[in-house]
Every structure is written in C-alpha cells, then in structure tokens.
C-alpha cells in the first residue's frame, strides 16, 4: 500500500523553484501550444530556464559536482489531462542525471489537481523489491519539481477549464551529466588558455570595469537576503545575521528575468555589442577561510559576465585576480559595487583566503547574439595554423 511521509519530514530527494516564466513568456508557451511546430524558441526558453537553476538544484539535492553536457525533453503534455505518466531518466549507465517536471498553466484553471510523485529509491541489494513509499509534491503553477535520477516519479494531473484542450503544458526532462569517463578530445590546461585568449574575440581594451550596481537591483538582492537572514539564529559568539545563513546558495529564480532585464544594457554597454541573457547564478554565499581559484568562463555561455557584491562581514577586503594576455590585475569590489568583465578571455580568482564572516555575491552570464566559438572551434582553428601542440586523445574524468 503506497504512503507519503509527514508534511515536516526532511527530504532531500527533490527541490521545487517557482515561477520560471513572466507574462511575456506564458503569451509566447500559449501560441506554441496552438501551433507546437511554429518555433523552437520556447523550447530555447524552457531550456534556458533549467540551466539557469542546475547550480543551486544540484547543491539542494545534496549532489556533488559534475559537468553538464545537455538537457533532454522526455515528453511535453500540451492538454488537459487525468492520466498518471511515469517518468524514466536513468540513461544510459555511466551518465549523471538530474530529472525534472515544469508545469505552466496557460489560462487560470478552474479546478486543477496537478502533484509529482518522488518514490523512494529501490534497495541495491534487491532490484527486484517493490518501493511504495512516496512524497506527494503539488506542482504549484509556474514552477519546477527537480529530482535525484534514483528515484520512480510519476506525474498525475487533471485540469478542467471548460473542455480546453490546451491549458496546460507539462515538460518533463532531465539534465545530463557528463558520463564518469569520456573519450574526448583535449589540450592541457594551461595550452587552451593561450589559445581562447588568441582566437576569441575581445570587446575592450582592458577586459573589465568596476562600476556600482544598478540602486534598483542593489535593494531588491538585499530585501531578498534580510528576508532570509532574519530568522537566522545569532549565537553568543556573535555572529552576524549574514554568516548565520547555513546554505551556500540563495534561490532567487523568481526574480530571474527582473536581474536579467536589469542589467542586461548594463552589460551591453560594457561590451559594445547586443547580448542574451544566458543565467543568473547566487546569491552566493562564501565562508571564511574559501578562495576561489583561477579560471575562465564557459564557452558560449559566460562570454560577459558580471559579479555583483551584494553584502559583506570582513576584516579585510576580499580582491579578486584577473588575468588576460599576461596581464594582471588585482580588483576590489565594495557592496553595491559590480566587476563586468569578458570572461572567455579574461581569468579571475580570488586566491587569497577570505579574511572575515561572510561575502555575498551574485553572478550573471550573457554571450553575444552570434557566437560561433566552442573548443572545438578553438582546436580546428589551431590545428590549421600549427599551435596546437599536444592535442590527443584520451580518457578524461570530470571533476566531482
């Protein structure tokens, strides 16, 4: 006989996030679902939307890190319905999965009973055991319910909005994780870096700017943290309310397209050229004693980039390390202040430990309306002209 567990029950074998889309979005999932072949542009929305949420799922859910390399769409419901479907995304063995549901609701339902089912996952030392035992999630309009690849899941919803064949759309996927060993082809580290910062573009002259933070987006990332912060606990020793908040990530999907649309003129200033907006990321919330060690941007996805100092509890500021063309510089950033730099040519770190409680930031990513760079390009394009030394093929384990 299946159960659901007690309301207050800790469970971490799924998250939920809410509101994905905005108005202009839901007008633009309506007309696809009367005319699904028109574009694939929602389908891009949709995609965009999940990726922009993969760090703070994969942190909730308790998961360690490890590459993605896609999201597939398993089935797309665009009808009313009173059917249960069950949701398989164990891929292939070796791969790393994340599974999903999204629900959006095209007209204001009149009565709609829509959850997902996250059972328990089967015992390893007996595959062939039956698991009844599930938590019921309701799947609150215009949100996502984000789970572990161990788990059955089953979908159940009925909606009734006077015979509407289309109130609803349903997308259920997972985010693929690249597989524990892949054979691909790579150059070392230090080789690749020389070659993104000779092959790709570059916008400015120096590669950053330090610029204060648009007052609107300042106040709405605050109200945000001093709404979370306020029942933390502060101890005897003194804590602040910021360094009292437990987790290392702040959800704040809901204000998603608001940051993006705040900034995103901001950014295209600074790179002189027409941008999209690829993800939000944070708040993040960084410990004593953490250093962020040197790295670039993802390829097509962090071409312009910005990092938002949204609060701070220091003894001594906090400087991050940039470097491009053999150039460095050390830059600090003060609360309320933003570091815009093109961080697929442009190194950053902050290699010296964090001397205080806390630092708050928030990161967002454009890339250029066309941008046809990938590693690939950048080794085809090297192998043309001779510089790409020491390109093989070999067996390459991601980072967990």
Not at 108 to 119: D, K, L, Q, T, Y
Request: aromatic share 6%; net charge negative.
């Amino acid at each position: 006989m299946s159960s659901t567990r007690e309301a207050d029950e800790v469970d971490s074998s799924f998250v939920q996030c809410n509101v994905l889309f905005d108005g202009d979005d839901i007008e633009l999932l309506q007309g696809w679902s009367e005319e699904p072949d028109r574009n694939d542009a929602p389908l891009a929305l949709i995609e965009g939307r999940v990726r922009g949420l993969i760090g703070f799922v994969r942190r909730e859910l308790g998961l360690a890190h490890f590459a993605i390399t896609g999201l597939e769409l398993a089935a797309v419901i665009t009808s009313s319905t009173d059917k249960t479907h069950e949701i398989e995304i164990a891929g292939p063995e070796g791969s790393r999965r994340i599974g999903f549901v999204v629900s959006v609701a095209l007209q204001e339902p009149v009565a709609s009973v829509v959850s997902v089912r996250v059972f328990d996952p089967i015992d390893d030392d007996d595959p062939s055991e039956t698991v009844d035992s599930f938590i019921e999630v309701p799947l609150e309009n215009n949100s996502a319910v984000f789970f572990k690849s161990d788990r059955h899941v089953e979908f159940r919803g009925v909606d009734t909005v006077n015979d509407e064949t289309a109130s609803r759309i349903v997308i259920m996927g997972s985010i693929i994780g690249e597989p524990v060993v892949a054979d691909r082809v790579r150059v070392v580290a230090d080789q690749f870096a020389v070659l993104r910062q000779r092959y790709l573009p570059k916008f400015t002259d120096s590669g950053f700017e330090v610029r204060a933070t648009p007052e609107a987006v300042q106040r709405l990332l605050e109200s945000v943290l001093e709404i979370r912060s306020a029942s933390a606990v502060v101890d005897a020793s003194g804590r602040s309310d910021l360094a009292a908040l437990s987790d290392d990530a702040v959800d704040i999907s809901a204000f998603r397209n608001d940051i993006l649309r705040g900034l995103r003129i901001v950014h295209e200033k600074f790179a002189g050229v027409q941008l999209v907006a690829e993800q939000v990321v944070g708040l993040q919330i960084f410990s004593s004693g953490e250093r962020i060690p040197s790295h670039f941007g993802r390829l097509g996805i962090d071409v312009i980039t910005s990092v938002i100092q949204v609060a701070e509890d220091v003894d001594e500021p906090w400087p991050f390390v940039l470097e491009r063309d053999g150039r460095t510089d050390d830059v600090y950033l003060g609360v309320g202040q933003m570091l815009l730099l093109e961080s697929s040519t442009v190194s950053r770190a902050r290699p010296i430990p964090l001397n205080g409680r806390s630092v708050i930031t928030l990161m967002t990513s454009f890339r250029p309306l066309d941008w046809p760079w990938s590693e690939d390009a950048i080794i085809d394009r090297a192998r043309v002209d001779g510089l790409a030394i020491g390109v093989d093929r070999r067996e390459v384990r991601p980072t967990i």
